[in-house]
């Protein structure tokens, strides 16, 4: 029996094939993983030379990042349809196929427009700038001070590319993949609202990590509330950052402990098992074995027994 293939069901299994690779490239472009941005591949990478430097214009970075991320997300849908129609003409000319097609050239059409409106106005309409002005009468001025701020080096900074949560001495800034959040750290309040277990994706690390959900509101009325998210080893570091800003936990949400965290509550609770050690009168104390500066409160007690060894190993 001779067994035949349709052009119609392999042109199909093609365009699968096309579809999921060119959805796969969008998602490692918009929010690209780790290993990706290692290799080189992000927006922020491919368009170093568009974008700037980071560390010295912290704001304007973020204003031409977001403007290049909206474009290219307004610009890939009309992409898909025009590769879709070059590749299989003959199956996928319809009238449905063309409306997306032109309305995914007006989104293209909308994201240069918007682009060049903010360029144009020299920023001044663009939603960061907007944002700023939140904090001051000239939103240039609240953006120098947070770039004098970022540059340095004490600046907290944690989270991937899709969520960076970054605290100065006065500000506290959310990095998403299309907007920017500021809040003025004097007009914070922190809620802590849910914690999650991450598995971590590290192939050396086998515990999961947890990830903590803040939600920020503003006593200024004008700044809108956003959510940012910490891992729990790290809240520590980030709370330290923050000492006059309230945090609530009406939940009662449990936040991990760190590693030096987990050893010394192991080592509390082995130490309230044990029975009192009684120091001989006249005994001079020296400093902490850990910290060598305070007053050492527990002492260690040898009780495994040793084995003597003498002459040659026994068979």
């Known amino acids: ?13 093609s365009v699968y094939v096309i579809s999921a690779f060119y959805g796969i490239v969008s998602m490692f472009l918009l929010i690209p993983p780790q290993e990706v941005r290692s290799a080189g591949l992000s927006l922020e990478n491919l368009f170093w030379k568009q974008l700037g430097s980071e560390s010295l214009d912290f704001i304007g970075y973020q204003m031409r990042r977001t403007t290049l991320t909206r474009l290219i997300a307004l610009v890939l849908p009309f992409g898909y349809f025009a590769v879709l129609l070059i590749y299989r003409p003959d199956v996928y000319v319809s009238t449905f196929v063309y409306t997306c097609l032109v309305a995914s050239l007006v989104l293209a059409v909308i994201g240069v427009g918007l682009s060049l409106y903010y360029w144009r106005t020299r920023w001044e309409k663009h939603p960061l700038a907007l944002t700023l002005a939140e904090h001051g009468d000239n939103w240039r001025f609240v953006a120098g001070a947070i770039n004098t701020e970022f540059r340095r080096i004490d600046k907290f900074a944690t989270g991937a590319s899709n969520g960076r949560v970054v605290v100065t001495e006065s500000w ?9 959040h500021v809040s003025k750290l004097s007009d914070t309040c922190l809620t802590l609202q849910q914690s999650a277990d991450i598995a971590n994706a590290r192939a ?20 809108s509330e956003f959510v940012i998210h910490i891992p729990g080893l790290e809240y520590r570091d980030f709370r330290n950052r923050l000492p006059f800003v309230p945090v609530v936990n009406v939940r009662g949400v449990t936040v991990q402990q760190t590693i030096g965290e987990q050893f010394v509550s192991a080592f509390q609770e082995q130490v309230n098992r044990n029975d009192t050690y009684r120091l001989p009168a006249n005994t001079e104390l020296d400093s902490c074995l850990g910290c060598m500066v305070a007053t050492p409160d527990a002492k260690l007690v040898k009780q495994c027994a040793v084995a003597e060894v003498s002459g040659a190993g026994h068979n």
Do not use: H, P
């Open 172 to 180: 506290l800034v959310k990095v998403g993949v299309f907007s920017v």
């Open 204 to 223: 050396d690390v086998l515990q999961t990590v947890q990830r903590l959900a803040i939600k920020v509101t503003s006593t200024n009325d004008a700044v």
């Open 1 to 13: 029996m001779d067994v035949y293939y349709s052009g119609e069901g392999a042109g199909e299994k």
